[in-house]
C-alpha cells in the first residue's frame, strides 16, 4: 500500500518561508515524477510545482516562479516544497502526488497517488 504524508505546513506572516517535506512509504519514488498541489476553500485543487524522476526537470505554477523550489532525494523517498516570500493567497492545504510516469504531468487527473495534506496559512 502506497502512503504519501505531508508535514511542515503551518501559519506564517505574509514574507515568511516554509519548508513542506513528502514522505512515500510503500514503494520507492526512484523512477517516479512527483507534484505539490494546492486547495484553497471553495477552490479546485490546483497545480503549484512537479519534478521530474532525475530531479533535473522541474515546473512551476506561474505565481510561485522565483518563490518556490520543488526538490527530491530519491535515497529517502522524499520530496520537498520550500515555499519563500509567501503572499496570503498562498493560503491553502498543500497536497503531495506521486505519478507513475518519469516526466512531469501538470494534469492532477495523471498523479495515482495523494497525500492528505498539510495546512498552509499566510497571515498578512
Known amino acids: 500500500q502506497v502512503q504519501l504524508v505531508e508535514i511542515g505546513g503551518g501559519l506564517v506572516q505574509a514574507g515568511g518561508s516554509l519548508r513542506l517535506s513528502c514522505g512515500v512509504s510503500g514503494r520507492t519514488i526512484y523512477s517516479n515524477a512527483m507534484g505539490w498541489f494546492r486547495q484553497a476553500p471553495g477552490k479546485e485543487r490546483e497545480f503549484v510545482a512537479a519534478?521530474?524522476?532525475?530531479?533535473?526537470?522541474?515546473s512551476y505554477l506561474d505565481s510561485v516562479k522565483g518563490r518556490f523550489t520543488i526538490s527530491r532525494d530519491n535515497a529517502k523517498n522524499m520530496v520537498y516544497l520550500q515555499m519563500n516570500s509567501l503572499k496570503p493567497e498562498d493560503t491553502a492545504n498543500y497536497y503531495c502526488?506521486?505519478?507513475?510516469?518519469?516526466?512531469?504531468?501538470?494534469?492532477?487527473?495523471?498523479?495515482?497517488?495523494w497525500g492528505q495534506g498539510t495546512q498552509v496559512t499566510v497571515s498578512s
Open positions: 502526488a506521486f505519478h507513475y510516469s518519469r516526466e512531469i504531468t501538470l494534469n492532477k487527473t495523471e498523479y495515482q497517488y
Open positions: 519534478i521530474d524522476w532525475s530531479g533535473h526537470t522541474t
